[in-house]
């Protein structure tokens, strides 16, 4: 099992600037690389401070700079707000920067806050019809002249130009959750990414079962990858006690997460207050002790058993999803960790 990090800008107010929170996100980046992790992941997010990325393109093409070795995740562009030949000539653009190290994830979307401003209110639901044709365009476009006359695009006959470095063409993923969303997935040749949020192994488990029903109905493709996502945090042996800052950080979050989701306040210069604990009453899974049991928070060797268990289940890629709440130091000093500690233990 290989591993991977899962970073933004992370913005909870204004102490910090955007410049320090870019050099921040370049330095935990390098550290993952000197650590052995198999690629950086960043996200597309709009208008909203807590995690900060209108596209994945310029910051990985600056880190293709800065790196050698870590290949370059757009984890995940979102589908409906893209263009085929955009998608297509951008990531391959970023393929020759990096020289062969970029692979794109596409995912449908999910905040309908988003959508509002982005996709003239298209229901954030309805997004999966868009990644449903732009992967097979994409695909297409890479390999060659290809028109499209599609039910969301058309457009006569076109190239990505450049094209990908990588043959037959660059890796894609695709986020899922549902059955349908595994399948279609799989029988494109896809990579699949999946995040229990903030659920328990079991849910691991159910998703590991969803992908393995995609592959066995689908023999005449290749068995693609699975990656799984989750808030990580390791914490010395000598400070006990370190997992409550940690999931009380990782809980903030997803609170902060329900309420731009939730999309019934207008955000003020792009934050927005988490919601209130009040509203979790009888939610157990977002109390900070169920967090320090779902989210991956531990000594080393906690981290390494449980990770263990991911490894014999045959996920593939383990993505330390390092956007929580906490300093950069406190994220810098987890990571240090991880790498001296944890990665050696799978190799």
């Known amino acids: 099992m290989r591993f991977s990090l899962f970073v933004h800008m992370e913005r909870w107010d204004e102490e910090v600037s955007h410049r320090q929170l870019f050099e921040n996100l370049s330095e935990l980046t390098l550290m993952a690389e000197a650590g052995g992790f198999s690629t950086v992941w960043i996200g597309e ?41 955009r998608v297509a000539g951008e990531s391959a653009l970023l393929d020759v920067i990096s020289n062969g190290r970029m692979e794109v994830g596409l995912a449908r979307g999910a905040y309908q806050f988003e959508f509002d401003r982005l996709a003239g209110g298209l229901p954030a639901g309805d997004g999966g019809k868009h990644l449903r044709e732009l ?66 192994d079991e849910e691991v488990v159910d998703l590991k079962r969803k992908f393995d029903t995609a592959v066995a109905n689908h023999p005449e493709v290749p068995r693609p990858d699975l990656m799984v996502l989750r808030h990580t945090h390791v914490h010395s042996p000598d400070e006990p006690d370190a997992w409550r800052p940690a999931a009380e950080a990782i809980n903030r979050f997803y609170r902060t997460f329900d309420a731009w989701f939730g999309n019934r306040t207008t955000p003020v210069n792009g934050f927005l207050e988490p919601s209130p604990q009040s509203k979790f009453e009888g939610r157990p899974e977002f109390e900070p002790e169920s967090l320090h049991k779902t989210a991956v928070i531990g000594t080393p060797d906690e981290v390494i058993e449980r990770l263990r268990f991911y490894e014999e289940l ?6 330390f999803w390092i956007d929580n709440g906490l300093s950069h130091d406190e994220k ?12 050696p233990a799978f190799r």
């Open 45 to 85: 997010h709009h208008a909203m401070e807590y995690t900060i990325s209108p596209s994945p393109m310029p910051l990985l093409a600056h880190l293709a700079a800065k790196t050698s070795t870590i290949r370059l995740g757009a984890g995940t562009i979102v589908a409906p707000f893209w263009h085929p030949i």
């Open 135 to 200: 992967v097979p365009a994409v695909r297409a476009l890479w390999q060659g002249d290809y028109a499209h006359d599609g039910q969301i695009w058309q457009f006569p006959t076109s190239t990505s130009v450049p094209k990908p470095v990588q043959h037959p063409t660059p890796p894609m993923w695709i986020a899922a959750r549902d059955p349908d969303s595994h399948d279609f997935a799989v029988a494109q040749g896809c990579n699949v990414m999946v995040t229990p949020l903030m659920k328990g």
């Open 332 to 343: 810098r000093r987890s990571l240090e960790l991880f790498s001296k500690e944890v990665v």
């Open 314 to 319: 045959g996920i593939d890629e383990y993505s």
